[in-house]
């Protein structure tokens, strides 16, 4: 296979399984997500650490304009931004974002109701341990606050740990509650 079919800035990739369809954001998933990102409770679990956007959105127009925002760094090898599309609901219940280097990060915002430990693992049985290759990086790194009971126990399940000490961004800055996933092999 050559680089360009891994590349997924070249071609995004879709994942699936019984429950979840993970495909590139799209701007026609405005509403949807809205109900995830204007959710107190996702911005609470979710992680916002050097968001250069911001974290939330009260109206259509703003989150159109996070989706308009995260397209555009996809066109510039940034990140990539997944919608986590129920296929029960048909309706994108959050979104998930890697982008790798030496440290992968991977942000995963789900609704509320899908905080739970059975829709987490499902979401990582389908993007582990594909995201090490797919993103080159030797470890992933995502953020579950304490009161994230159900992302932390599934966390656990698929073999991350807590960091002993808080990763450092840019400019300095200190994020805590970070989860470390080594790269097997």
């Excluded at 609901?89 to 974002?97: Q, S």
């Excluded at 739970?116 to 579950?144: H, W, Y």
């Excluded at 994020?175 to 996933?181: A, E, K």
Aim: aromatic residues 12%.
């Amino acid at each position: 296979m050559n680089f360009q079919e891994n590349d997924p800035y070249h071609v995004c990739p879709t994942f699936e399984s019984e429950r979840f369809r993970l495909r590139q954001v799209e701007i026609s998933d405005a509403d949807d997500l809205l109900e995830c990102y204007k959710n107190p409770t996702a911005s609470v679990r979710g992680n916002a650490d050097n968001c250069t956007y911001g974290y939330g959105s009260q109206t259509l127009e703003e989150m159109q304009a996070f989706i308009r925002g995260w397209l555009g760094e996809y066109k510039n090898r940034s990140f990539v931004r997944w919608s986590v599309v129920d296929k029960l609901r048909d309706a994108a219940v959050g979104t998930i974002e890697m982008f790798g280097g030496a440290c992968g990060i991977l942000r995963v915002d789900l609704l509320g109701g899908y905080e739970q430990v059975e829709p987490i693992n499902e979401i990582l049985d389908l993007i582990l341990p594909g995201f090490f290759i797919l993103f080159d990086c030797p470890i992933i790194v995502t953020k579950a606050v304490p009161a994230a009971e159900e992302r932390i126990a599934a966390l656990k399940r698929h073999g991350f740990a807590l960091s002993e000490k808080p990763l450092v961004g840019s400019g300095g800055i200190q994020y805590n509650d970070y989860w470390i996933l080594k790269r097997q092999g």
